[in-house]
């Protein structure tokens, strides 16, 4: 049996081992064993606390992954204050910063520009080289003891690498979570039924404030080192960039993208970039810290109150704000999607008021616990369509109501279908007034049939006015009816019934386009065009017919004949025909001039010598179609070995079979041998 002594090296051998692995996976991200041979130690180690709990230290690997639930946060005292930042939004404000250091410096100075991580500000104390507390900012003199959660972010060392750090040592950088490790716990939380996390600085926060460090744990933390506090012992650097460099070396992680800059024209490019690429980044930033970099001129500077004068933050505009749901719109479109949005007390958001922001579906409230009434956070950055991240639950009223989804149509009063495996709940009415001004609107877009003058306004107008309730009824304008809606001009008479007229001319691509088949996008538009060649062609194709176009699919062809086979839509088409809208298109010249022009080839088993793609190839280039299925309307199967269904039903039906020589000798000389 083993003796107490040996117990207790085994224990420090293992200790040591696990936080080599620790440092070699998280810091220098070159793991060096395997997850199942850490697992074994870390497991053994712990064994050995369990049956000598007098060998267990506060800094054993075993106690990262989180311990028993701590008591209340006892306060953590800071010796050297925790400093909050002076803010600038704009090059304008770097500059009058830099004038003021500069001035102050007596000559121009050197700056280290950091990201500014947007996560918790944390204080970490170690001594004789060992990682011994930890705490939260609070007012920047005394924060949180936070001591048993830090203990389980795996990024923060244990022991300090290296020989030459002081004896006593605060380290500071900020705590933060990963995007990816958010987007992993709201995955897994969705798939629990629990309510979804609204951010990750939040999410982090809320980490470090458990009571129950396994839950700290569980929330996968990081961290990045950024200064340091009071310390005992050589000064680890004279530099900022040299403090960074040091910090990496004791074994923290510290942001790769720090650099230093020379002049502010510098500082600017190096703001201004990361406001653009801040998307990029595994890790939420607000905005840029700027530092003078040499430490001696950092002390001779200052501070001004609170705030340092050789350290400044330029902050990104926000993206993000809170402000209150105050109802849940319905916006129908043209394919009959209900499309709930919010009705938001405006906020400015980067400069810009926003009112209403998108709710994606009926699925995403539900599953973000979204409700009328509550203090949500809404998103804008860039271009993107504002939306709704999240509710903030300490902020619910006991008013708020969970939201559902009408039954009926909230525009014309139809049927709501929901059908399964779709988010989306759909307006059963192809008449419903908004489906109708949404299907003008798109026929008139710039991609579609290019009708300057009818945007939104105005397709709304003539199906109010009742002037429109097909787009073939465009065709049908004239000037006195134009006149009667509101706010309409001689002029703008003309030039929209101009641009009606000219639209008649765009040819099948554009009206396949047009149309909003779902699906039919501008490129499967163009496609089906040119292989088809008029509108009356697309009309009568079967399913299989449909399919054999390049890019067309069973769920496309799927579409387009449940288009035409609506009497409605016929009925529209037969209109813009007899109105004088161009429905046919050049056909694809290959299709006209090739031995196999018109017809339909299935292809069924292995070919000795062709794959079944430079089967398609040689069959497409020949003008001819290939087909999925065998019907009547089959000109050949062409079979190989392991044949099946497709070759009984082509002598079922008498349809003509072919080998591979077959197929060769019908594509006649010349054909290209693989
Ligand atoms: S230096 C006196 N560097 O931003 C200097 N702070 O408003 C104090 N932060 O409370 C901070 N990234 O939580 C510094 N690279 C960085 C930072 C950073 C994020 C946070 C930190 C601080 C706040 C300043």
């Known amino acids: 049996m083993a003796t107490k002594r040996s117990t207790a090296e085994r224990a420090a051998v293992l200790r040591e081992q696990l936080a080599q692995a620790n440092h070699d996976y998280h810091v220098l991200d070159a793991p060096t064993i395997s997850d199942a041979e850490y697992d074994e130690m870390l497991r053994e180690l712990g064994e050995i606390e369990r049956a000598h709990p007098d060998l267990l230290v506060p ?9 028993a639930p701590s008591a209340d946060f006892a306060p953590y005292r800071h010796v050297v204050p925790m400093l909050s930042l002076g803010n600038v939004f704009d090059a304008a404000g770097l500059r009058t910063f830099d004038a003021r250091v500069a001035r102050l410096a007596g000559g121009s100075v050197s700056y280290v520009c950091e990201l500014k991580i947007d996560g918790l500000a944390m204080s970490l104390r170690y001594e004789g080289g060992t990682f011994r507390s930890a705490g939260t900012r609070g007012d920047g003199s005394v924060g949180e003891d936070v001591t048993p959660n830090v203990r389980t972010i795996a990024e923060i060392p244990r022991r300090l690498a290296g020989k030459d750090a002081p004896q006593t040592l605060d380290v500071r950088g900020e705590v933060y979570l990963s995007k990816h490790a958010f987007a992993e716990l709201n995955r897994k939380r969705a798939a629990a039924g629990l309510p979804l996390f609204a951010n990750p600085r939040n999410t982090a926060a809320g980490g470090l404030r458990q009571k129950d460090s396994r839950i700290t744990s569980e929330r996968k933390l990081s961290f990045f080192a950024y200064a340091i506090g009071a310390f005992e012992g050589a000064r680890p650097a004279a530099t900022q960039h040299a403090l960074l460099e040091a910090l990496r070396a004791y074994g923290f992680p510290v942001n790769e993208h720090a650099t230093v800059c020379a002049t502010i024209d510098d500082v600017v490019a190096f703001c201004e970039r990361w406001e653009g690429e801040r998307a990029a980044l595994d890790y939420e930033i607000d905005g840029v810290v700027i530092k003078v970099d040499d430490i001696a001129l950092q002390a001779k500077l200052g501070y001004a109150g609170k705030d340092p004068r050789w350290a400044i933050a330029f902050k990104f505009r926000a993206q993000e704000a809170r402000t209150k749901l105050l109802d849940i719109g319905i916006n129908v479109s043209r394919s009959g999607k209900l499309n709930p949005y919010a009705v938001l007390e405006p906020v400015i958001i980067g400069g810009v008021t926003v009112r209403m922001a998108t709710l994606h ?60 495996d779709d988010v989306f709940s759909y307006c059963t009415n192809v008449s419903c007034p908004a489906q109708v001004r949404e ?130 839509n016929r009925a529209v088409v037969k209109r813009l025909r007899e109105r004088g809208v161009e429905v046919t298109a050049p056909k694809r010249e290959r299709a006209a001039a090739g031995v196999l022009a018109g017809k339909t080839l299935v292809l069924t088993g292995t070919l000795p010598s062709l794959t079944r793609e430079e089967a398609t190839s040689l069959i497409t280039r020949a003008g001819g179609k290939v087909s999925s299925s065998v019907s009547k309307k089959t000109d050949y199967v062409v079979a190989g070995v392991d044949a099946g269904s497709k070759l009984a039903k082509a002598n079922a039906l008498g349809v003509a079979v072919l080998d591979e020589p077959g197929l060769r000798e019908l594509l006649g000389d010349g054909v290209p041998n693989r």
């Open 361 to 420: 579906n009926e699925a995403d409230i539900l599953r973000k616990d979204i409700r009328v009434g509550d203090t949500v956070i809404v998103h804008r950055a860039g271009d993107v369509i504002p939306y709704v991240v999240g509710p903030v639950l300490e902020l619910r009223p006991k008013s708020a109501r969970v939201y559902k989804l009408p039954e009926r149509c909230p525009v014309c009063g139809s049927r709501v279908d929901h059908p399964p």
């Open 439 to 568: 299907r003008i609107r798109h026929w008139c877009t710039r991609g579609a049939m290019d009708i300057e003058g009818v945007g939104d306004a105005m397709a709304g107008a003539l199906v109010d006015a009742q002037l429109c309730s097909t787009v073939a009824d465009l065709y049908d304008l004239d000037a006195a009816k134009l006149a009667t809606l509101p706010r309409m001009g001689e002029k703008s008479i003309a030039n929209i019934l101009d641009a009606i007229e000219n639209s008649k001319s765009r040819g099948l691509a554009r009206v396949l386009a047009a149309l909003g088949i779902r699906y039919v996008g501008g490129q499967n538009a163009a496609l089906l065009a040119a292989d088809f060649g008029t509108i009356d062609a697309l009309e009568r194709a079967s399913r299989e017919e449909l399919e054999a176009t390049e890019g067309v699919g069973p769920q496309i062809a799927e579409s387009v004949a449940f288009f035409f086979a609506q009497p409605q």
């Open 59 to 67: 800094d054993s690997p075993t106690q990262r992954v989180g311990g």
